[in-house]
């Protein structure tokens, strides 16, 4: 099946607007046709048969005329198809054509080229099929001049949709002639065109295009996110130097993606720079410093980050130490379960719950907190990593150790969290470990009756 989509035609958009022209026009003939047949039989059915008769030749000529012009019609159509087959731009038209192309003269080489340019929309599609399996008609057709003819299609054409198609085809034959050209596209005033250009470059393996995309992130009709991704999936071997360049940089957007884009290629040598951006006046690229930190556990600087005054930053860092496993973060990340922010409490959370037993102590001190928040996020880390589910177990079988659990589970309901545990009490089907779930479920309503007594201002 590997080549069927070869053989079959690109086109822009599927539908062929001639057929559905020639459509419309045989679809209104007929339709002509037969409102005139209408007529003759309401002429009939009143009467009228001697106007009937004598519209009978008129009725003729139209009928006749009609098969004529539909003939004649589809006719035509056949013929400027057939014409139009021999010159489209098809995958195998062009692996043909590439192969002759350093046979052929000036002039046929030029109506080569000026073939594949008519409709660059149709040459891109047709050579995203082959060049990838075939890079011999890429290196055929760059040999034939057809990069700079495009690239010149690129910077003169004044449709935006011609220079978005050149941009795509300059990306697939890859010409190192054409960086030049498409990284001056990025300047274009057409947002699109700019993005098909930075599109183009990703598509190389050059240190020039990757350093070209990276002069990108500072242009502001291009979406840095966009730009910052496309770079993620280039391969470039040198790019861990072109990015450590641009860390001193003024621009504290360039800061922002230099710490992004060295924490995703995650080589232990960006360390240092990683370190030096942890303590950027900005907290943006702070925040993104301690997310790439995941990659390089540094406890010491993650405990300085953890501490930072910007909550941005203090959630990020929560997340990257989690996901670092730094376990001897523990106490801190507790700490944080009473956070003002929510996103701090959240991540740090959900670092402890990733961490298991090793945080269970610190969590189990926080079920006691003076703040709501941090004994409802405690409950949830708790819940998360499984430990509560093994106090329940413990409890309901009545093992040793099950007055433990009780103490526990009565503290984990007063964090309101006694959806857990009834849920458990209503899966079990022995009604004395189900009886001691539910004296834990009342005894944290009386002790929560009885704390709010204690609370409640004297009369």
Not at 51 to 76: E, K, Q, R, S
Not at 123 to 135: K, N
Not at 164 to 189: E, F, I, N, Q
Request: proline share 4%; net charge negative; glycine share 6%.
């Amino acid at each position: 099946m590997r080549g069927a989509p070869q053989r079959r035609t690109a086109t822009a958009s599927g539908d062929d607007p001639g057929q559905t022209i020639r459509f419309t026009v045989v679809a209104l003939c007929l339709l002509g046709t037969a409102c005139a047949y209408v007529a003759c039989i309401v002429l009939v059915m009143g009467g009228h048969i001697d106007v009937l008769f004598a519209l009978l030749p008129w009725l003729a000529a139209t009928a006749a005329g009609t098969i004529l012009a539909v003939t004649a019609y589809a006719l035509f159509g056949a013929g400027q198809e057939r014409l139009r087959s021999r010159h489209q731009i098809t995958a195998e038209r062009i692996r043909e054509m590439a192969a002759q192309i350093d046979s052929l003269d000036t002039s046929q080489r030029a109506e080569f080229k000026r073939q594949l340019i008519t409709r660059l929309d149709v040459t891109r599609d047709a050579l995203s099929e082959i060049v990838e399996q075939e890079p011999r008609v890429r290196d055929e057709l760059v040999a034939g001049g057809l990069a700079e003819r495009v690239a010149f299609e690129l910077t003169s054409s004044r449709s935006k949709w011609h220079r978005v198609a050149a941009a795509g085809v300059l990306g697939l034959l890859r010409s190192p002639g054409s960086v030049t050209v498409l990284k001056a596209a990025l300047d274009d005033s057409d947002p699109d065109v700019a993005y098909a250009a930075a599109q183009a470059l990703s598509l190389y393996s050059s240190s020039t295009a990757y350093a070209a995309l990276l002069f990108a992130l500072t242009k502001e009709r291009l979406p840095a996110a966009r730009v910052a991704s496309l770079l993620e999936s280039f391969r470039c071997p040198n790019a861990r130097e072109l990015i450590e360049r641009r860390a001193e940089s003024d621009n504290p957007q360039v800061r922002y993606w230099v710490a992004y884009l060295l924490g995703s290629l995650a080589d232990p040598r960006s360390e240092p720079v990683i370190e030096q951006l942890a303590h950027d006046p900005e907290e943006d690229v702070r925040a993104n410093a301690a997310e790439s930190l995941a990659s390089f556990p540094n406890e010491r600087l993650m405990r300085q980050l953890l501490d930072d005054h910007s909550w941005v930053v203090r959630s990020h860092a929560a997340k990257a130490a989690g996901a670092a496993g730094l376990t001897a973060l523990s106490p801190r990340l507790a700490a944080l379960l009473e956070d003002r922010s929510w996103w701090v409490r959240q991540n740090a959370t959900l670092a402890l719950a990733a961490f298991g037993e090793a945080a269970v102590p610190w969590l189990l001190s926080q079920l006691h907190s003076e703040d709501r928040f941090a004994r409802n996020k405690a409950a949830e880390a708790l819940i998360r990593c499984g430990y509560a589910a093994r106090q329940i177990d413990l409890l309901a079988s009545g093992a040793v150790g099950w007055e433990n659990a009780h103490g526990f589970l009565v503290d984990l309901a007063r964090a309101e969290a006694r959806g857990t545990i009834e849920r458990a009490a209503g899966g079990l089907s022995d009604p004395r470990a189900q009886r001691r779930l539910l004296d834990v479920l009342k005894e944290s309503e009386e002790s929560s009756a009885n704390h709010a007594v204690d609370l409640a201002p004297a009369a």
